[in-house]
């Protein structure tokens, strides 16, 4: 009678580095939605400032989603192989029975021995993120009246609670702490961001001036001449240097900054001319200093 023998070692690697593939699609496709809705609600505090919506910019769910998704792309190159290669780079310089590979697996006994470890190591990362959103959004109060200890701690016992209620599950415990924990960082940066934007919108409304967060979040806003059509029965603006928000079915949306009012024409009623180099330099400098006539 034969004895059954054990697989050989690759059939049993290779469905699970499938399912760890196919997790990590899974996470970024949902990664992908909730950066989108970040996104859109951190474009729709920026554009609210002139009293405009993304959709009228050319800046609709779609159109974000898409620049979202070259972002989950890039990221995907980097993280896939990376999480794959986890294990090899974890032990790579390790030496059996140095003092390196001895503290490695203790605390990887620890953490698999005690999951209230792991609550609080999760929930501690938590508050870090509070903190550091906290000290992005104004790092000299944060930082001179040590306030960013009171987002740490605060984050890391808000999160405390839940992380551990959910890791009670056996089965599922791992994917409900990640749910948590994506709820959790989803309502920071709804918060956070959207307030950053809202606040760098009120200063472009006021200045003129373009910063490179916008650019990241897809708002292409850009410095422009305006050459205004006359059309009867409506007033005609005046030329000049202004900033074109974007387009949507054939209507530009235009904010001149010296009147501090929002412009909507057709393109057959416009013609906008943008320079490069030195030339731009000096269309911002004409159309920040009409800001302030």
Known sequence: MQTPTAPPAETTRTPAKKDALQAIVTLLGLGGVIL??????AVDRYLAQFDVTPEEVGLDTSVLLTRAATVLVFLGFLIVPALLAFPSLFSMG???????????????????QRPGLRTLALSALVGLAWAAAALAESPTIMLREGLWVTMLVGGTLIAAPALHIAGKHRTLGPLLRLCVIVFMMTGLCLMSLGDVMEKRGARTAESAHLGRLERLLGIRAQYVRADFSEVAGSP??????MLHLGQAGGIHVLYDCSSSTVIRRAAV????????????????????RSCRL
């Open 236 to 241: 005609t603006p005046e030329d000049g240097p």
């Open 36 to 41: 989108t809705g970040i996104q859109y609600w």
């Open 94 to 112: 390790m030496t059996e029975g140095s003092d390196r590979s001895r503290l490695a697996a203790f605390l990887l006994r620890q953490f698999r």
């Open 269 to 288: 009623q416009v013609q906008l001319t943008t320079y490069m180099g030195r030339s731009r330099d000096l269309l911002a400098y004409e159309a920040e």
